[in-house]
């Protein structure tokens, strides 16, 4: 089906939605900071729901849609990503449980954002744990991020990538595969380890 499109305070956001015939939940997913929806481990995180029986949405944010690769401002990619998500909750994914998450800069915006999205687990793709330094200034690691996630948490994280390995936590598997942070290595590992997190999940409606 075509993308749909979707208004928010930055310019039109764009869904694309791939249903699943009986769906048991939701999965949205956003993108990369320079990368799209398209992305090889998307993809992978796509069919692998699918396959367990979620109607999953890539989600391009405004500056995406209006051809930049530079992101917006953390602000504003939470407020377009809030806006999308009540959207999609009151049509067409209106009474499933949600599974929020993304690759790198998505999966950010997915941790920041699960209180007021109401997701009940997340899925990150390549987290950027620690950014490049700059000059002489320590790098901040942004595990408080991840941290703050109070439901359960799903990290696939490339062994060699170059923004760090999360740890586990309580309620935070993290899934190592061959590869770096663009998670093209082992498209495979990637599905299968997203279908098996999304399959034992205790998904509520």
């Given amino acids: ?3 749909i499109e979707l208004d928010t305070p930055s310019g039109p ?4 939605l791939h249903r699943a015939e009986q769906p048991r939940g939701s999965l949205v997913l956003g993108h990369g900071a320079g990368g799209g929806v398209e992305a090889p481990d998307l993809i992978a995180a ?3 729901a699918l396959g367990a029986g979620y109607t999953v949405a890539l989600v391009e944010q405004p500056y995406r849609v209006a051809g930049r690769r ?3 401002p953390a602000k504003r990619l939470d407020e377009a990503w809030i806006t999308v998500i009540e959207q999609l909750r009151a049509d067409e994914l209106q009474g499933l449980p949600l599974v929020v998450g993304g690759r790198s800069l998505g999966a950010r915006v997915a941790c920041r954002t699960l209180q007021e999205t109401g997701g009940e ?3 990150c793709l390549a987290f950027p744990l620690v ?3 700059r000059g002489d200034k320590p790098p901040q690691s942004r595990l408080p991020e991840l941290e703050a996630v109070a439901v359960p948490v799903l990290v696939v994280q490339g062994e060699s990538d170059r923004f760090g390995m999360p740890p586990k936590g309580p309620n935070r598997k993290v899934v190592k595969v061959r590869g770096d ?6 498209t495979e590992a990637v599905g299968e380890a997203v279908a098996h997190w999304l399959g034992g999940l205790p998904m509520t409606r």
């Fill in 181 to 186: 942070h663009g998670l093209k290595s082992d």
């Fill in 70 to 72: 530079s992101p917006a």
């Fill in 46 to 48: 796509r069919d692998a």
């Fill in 131 to 133: 950014p490049p330094r």
């Fill in 13 to 16: 956001a764009r869904a694309h």
């Fill in 121 to 123: 687990a997340v899925l």
């Fill in 1 to 3: 089906m075509p993308p």
